[in-house]
């Protein structure tokens, strides 16, 4: 379970970044392991990290700090809105993400297929983002 604590610190969405994002040139092609075999799975590992940590039923969100309240808006519409706001939440800022669509996350629920990224894995990044703001 230490792995998913870890890939957190860095990645807001493990679930939907392990499944969709191009490990194969962002992180596996600078990995020296390939330089003489195979490159470390990034991708993969991100993903079953993530989907076993659901499994177990050990979901864990980070306390946040605590800081002077300056409130960050943001439009899910950008793929990139959501991990940001997970970011700043574990940071301690108000975040307010804006939708323009019915369900929260954009592009990862409208703009990809059912067969490529579950749109109940999507769902339970959200709401993990969700639990991240300060109490």
């Known amino acids: 379970m230490g792995a998913i604590h870890a890939i957190k610190e860095t990645n807001a969405l493990p679930a939907v970044c392990g ?6 040139t962002q992180c596996e092609s600078k990995c020296v392991l390939g330089k003489k075999g195979e490159p470390i799975a990034i991708g993969r ?9 659901l499994k177990q ?12 309240a300056r409130k960050w808006l943001s439009s899910a519409r950008a ?3 959501l991990p940001v706001a997970g970011e700043l939440a574990k940071k301690g800022h108000d975040v307010t993400v804006f939708e ?10 409208y703009g990809i297929p059912e067969f490529r990224l579950p749109k109940a894995i999507v769902q339970r990044e959200v709401d993990y983002v969700g639990k991240l703001e300060p109490k």
Request: glycine share 8%; charged share 30%.
């Open 79 to 81: 793929r990139q809105a």
């Open 57 to 68: 039923g050990d979901v864990r969100v980070p306390e946040p700090l605590r800081l002077p």
């Open 19 to 24: 499944r969709v994002c191009p490990q194969e």
């Open 100 to 109: 323009a669509l019915h369900k929260a996350g954009g592009v990862l629920v």
């Open 45 to 53: 590992l991100e993903r079953f990290a993530a989907d076993y940590e």
